[in-house]
């Protein structure tokens, strides 16, 4: 049976990078079958794992529907890289569209604080309030 661990903090240098790279260390010396995926733009964690920067597909192919998450897999991690800040830009921008350009709507279908859009959409270089 499969379980799921995800570690996440809006607050930055906490700790999650290390955690996920020592839990995955210690559930693969015990003998499980251990799947990271790195979900972050900076690609620490794919850094950890010794991945090259360049490697294809990424998680970020994944998201945007270029590559499937096995063909994403490289030596038991699907590795990030910058691309992900793009692929998640193409995302907000489609729901936006989608949505008519209304940030609270495209917040909540994205499940994200209104602030937290707000300040993705700034660095996507827009409009707003
Ligand atoms: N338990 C710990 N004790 C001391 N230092 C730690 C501990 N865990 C992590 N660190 C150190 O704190 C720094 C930040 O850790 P880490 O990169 O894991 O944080 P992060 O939450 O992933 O950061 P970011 O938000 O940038 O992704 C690193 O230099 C790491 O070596
Ligand atoms: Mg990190």
Redesign the pocket.
């Known amino acids: 049976m499969a379980h799921k661990i995800a570690v996440l903090?809006q607050?930055?240098?906490?700790?999650?990078?290390?955690?996920v790279?020592h839990l995955a260390d210690v559930f693969r010396r015990s003998g499980l079958d251990v799947l990271a995926i790195d979900l972050?733009p900076?690609g620490?964690l794919s850094d950890y794992f010794d991945v090259e920067p360049s490697v294809e597909p990424t998680i970020g192919d994944v998201l945007t529907g270029r590559a499937t998450a096995a063909e994403a897999v490289h030596d038991g991690i699907i590795p990030s890289n910058l691309s992900l800040a793009e692929a998640e830009r193409r995302h907000i921008a489609a729901v936006l569209h989608a949505h008519d350009g209304d940030v609270p709507r495209a917040a909540a279908v994205l499940g994200v604080a209104r602030s937290t859009l707000y300040k993705k959409l700034r660095v996507m270089g827009n409009e707003t309030p």
Do not use: E, V, Y
Not at 11 to 19: D, F
């Open positions: 903090s607050k930055g240098g906490t700790g999650k990078t290390t955690a790279r972050d900076q620490n």
